[in-house]
């Protein structure tokens, strides 16, 4: 699967000089999710240093983590790998 824009949502940052809140959902796995240019479509929004919440949910398994913006540069977007904030079998 790909990135689907209306999944990403801001959530905080009113202040443009700080950095923004986000979250996004999806049934990729968070090794698909981390890799570089998986954001590209939504690099006129993201700003490095923004962090993303991430609900990554395949096979029954829920995966979320805190990825922050490393990169955007010429429409290219890289996250890193992120922090797992939980990981649980939801069957």
Known sequence: ??????????????NSDGPVLWTYSTTDTIATVNTEG?????SEDLGVGDLIYINSSTGGTMVCTLNQVLSNASGVVDVADGTVLADTDTD
């Open 1 to 14: 699967m790909a990135y689907t824009h209306p999944t990403l949502h801001r959530i905080g940052g009113a």
């Open 38 to 42: 998986y954001f590209n479509d939504a």
